[in-house]
C-alpha cells in the first residue's frame, strides 16, 4: 500500500543532506565542548561555535551568542516563558498571550498561574487572528512578557508579529514568539520582525528529533530552566548535542535557501487540495484565513466535515495509507475538541470532525489527486453511519455549515 504523507505540521522526514551534516559528529569530531584542556574538545567547542554562527545568520541573528540550544521547541518556549517571569517578578507579574497558542506556551502559563502571576488570553477572530489593538489594550504596569505564536500549527494563521512587536517595544514589554510552526513557510529574520525572543525545532524542517534553539537577544535578562552545568554560556546546563545541533544549522540553512521554491510549491498543492475538498464535499467548513489570504500558512489545510467524527476519518485514512491529524500531535491522547477551533468559534458539534492536512515541499500532484478521490468516499460511508447524518436527513438537525 502506497504511503502519502500530508502530516508535516506534526513532524517532517529528515532529510539526506542533515543526516551527512551530522555524521561527523557521531564518528570523527565526538567530544565534549565543554572539555577545552585537550585537542578533542577543542574540536567540538569550535565545531559548536561554527554552527551557532550559522544558526544565527540563518534566522538574521546581530550576534552568534544570541542562539541557545535546547533538546526542543517545547523546552525553548516553556524556558522563554518562565525564565521571564522569574528574572522580572519584582518588576511585574503579568503576561499576555492568546487563547490559541501551542500547549507548551499555554502550559508555561497555567503553571505560572498557580504561583501567583496573572495571565491574559486574548481572544481571536474567526480565523485566529489578534491585532496590535487587542494587545496592547492589555498591557498593564505589571506586564512583563508579551508571548505571541508566529503562526498556528492547527489553522495555519499567521500573526502580525512586527507590529505587535512594535507596540511591545513602545511599553518596554519583552516579547517572546513560538515560531516553530514558521520555519521553512515563511520568511523569519529576528531582526527584522523586532522580537525578543523566538524559538524553533529542528524536526519542522526535516532536521532530527530532540533539538531545538531560543534565540534570546543580547541584553535581555533571563533566568535558567535548567541548572547544573555552565553549557550555553552559563545559562543552560547539558552537554551539548553537536550532532543534533548540526542537524538543526543544516536544516535550517537548507530551508531558508530554497524557502521561496517551497513556499510556491506548497501554497500549489494546498490550494489544490483545499479547493478540491471543499467542491467534491458537502457540509464542509474550511478553518483559518481563505487560501487568498497571505495570512495563511502556505501549507496549512484544516476542515471541519459535520456529522462525523475525526477520529473515524483518520481511521479511514490510514486504511488508505494516509497520513493526517486531527490536529495538534502534542495532544493527540485529548478526548477534547481543539482548543483553537473553540477559540475561534467553531461549533463543537463539528470540531470534533476536523482533520488537518499539512502538505510538504515533496507533495505531489498525484498525491492530492489519491487523496481528492479518497477523501469524499470516507465521508460518505461515515455519514451512511451516523445517526446525526440520519437525523439531519430526516430534518431533525439543522447544519452549521452549507452544500456545496
Keep these: 500500500m502506497k504511503t502519502v504523507y500530508l502530516d508535516n505540521n506534526a513532524t517532517t522526514s529528515i532529510a539526506p543532506e542533515v543526516v551527512d551534516a551530522m555524521m561527523p559528529y557521531l564518528t570523527d569530531i565526538w567530544g565534549n565542548a565543554s572539555s577545552m584542556f585537550y585537542s578533542t ?38 524556558w522563554a516563558i518562565k525564565g521571564i517571569a522569574y528574572a522580572h517578578k519584582r518588576r511585574g507579574n503579568h503576561i499576555i498571550t492568546t487563547k490559541i497558542e501551542h500547549h507548551a506556551v499555554l502550559g508555561a502559563c497555567e503553571f505560572l498561574e498557580k504561583q501567583g502571576f496573572e495571565v491574559t488570553y486574548l481572544d481571536v477572530d474567526k480565523d485566529g ?73 529542528a524536526h519542522k524542517f ?34 551539548e548535542n553537536l550532532a543534533g545541533i548540526a ?45 487568498d489570504d497571505e495570512r495563511r500558512l502556505c501549507n496549512n489545510c484544516n476542515i471541519s466535515y459535520e456529522f462525523v467524527e475525526g477520529e473515524s476519518i483518520l481511521m479511514r485514512l490510514n486504511m488508505k495509507g494516509i497520513c493526517a491529524s486531527s490536529g495538534s500531535a502534542c495532544a493527540s491522547g485529548s478526548l477534547d475538541p481543539s482548543h483553537v477551533l473553540m477559540a475561534i468559534g467553531v461549533p ?39 445517526p446525526m447524518y440520519e437525523e439531519f436527513e430526516e430534518g431533525k438537525l439543522q ?4 452544500k456545496a
Excluded at 51 to 75: D, K, M, P, W
Excluded at 144 to 162: F, H, V, Y
Excluded at 348 to 362: C, N, Q, W, Y
Excluded at 399 to 402: A, L, N
Design 41 to 78: 574538545g577543542q574540536k567540538a567547542e569550535a565545531a559548536l561555535a561554527r554552527l551557532r554562527e550559522n544558526v544565527a545568520q540563518s534566522i538574521g541573528a546581530a550576534h552568534s551568542n544570541e542562539i541557545y540550544f535546547t533538546a526542543s521547541g517545547c523546552e525553548a518556549d516553556n
Design 129 to 201: 487572528l489578534v491585532t496590535p489593538e487587542q494587545v496592547e489594550a492589555a498591557i498593564t504596569d505589571k506586564t512583563i512578557l508579551i508571548t505571541i505564536m508566529t503562526a498556528n500549527n492547527e489553522i495555519g494563521t499567521i500573526m502580525p508579529i512586527k507590529e505587535i512587536a512594535e507596540v511591545a517595544k513602545k511599553h518596554k514589554v519583552i516579547f517572546h514568539t513560538d515560531a516553530v510552526q514558521a520555519i521553512g513557510h515563511m520568511p523569519i529574520n529576528v531582526q527584522d520582525l523586532g522580537v525578543d525572543m523566538l524559538s524553533i525545532s
Design 206 to 239: 526535516h532536521g532530527p528529533k530532540g533539538v531545538g534553539m531560543l534565540y534570546i537577544r543580547n541584553g535581555i535578562r533571563i533566568e535558567n530552566l535548567i541548572h547544573g552545568g555552565g553549557q550555553e554560556r552559563g545559562k543552560r546546563a547539558a552537554t
Design 247 to 291: 542537524g538543526l544549522a543544516k536544516g535550517l540553512e537548507t530551508a531558508v535557501a530554497n524557502l521561496d521554491k517551497n513556499v510556491a510549491h506548497m501554497k500549489k498543492m494546498r490550494d489544490k487540495l483545499i479547493n478540491g475538498l471543499m467542491e467534491r464535499i458537502d457540509y464542509v467548513k474550511l478553518n483559518g484565513p481563505s487560501p
Design 348 to 386: 463543537h458539534e463539528i470540531a470534533h470532525g476536523s482533520i488537518r492536512f499539512s502538505v510538504g515541499e515533496d507533495t505531489t500532484d498525484e498525491e492530492i489527486d489519491y487523496v481528492l478521490e479518497a477523501m469524499p468516499k470516507i465521508i460518505e460511508g461515515l455519514r451512511a453511519m451516523s
Design 399 to 402: 447544519s452549521f455549515t452549507k
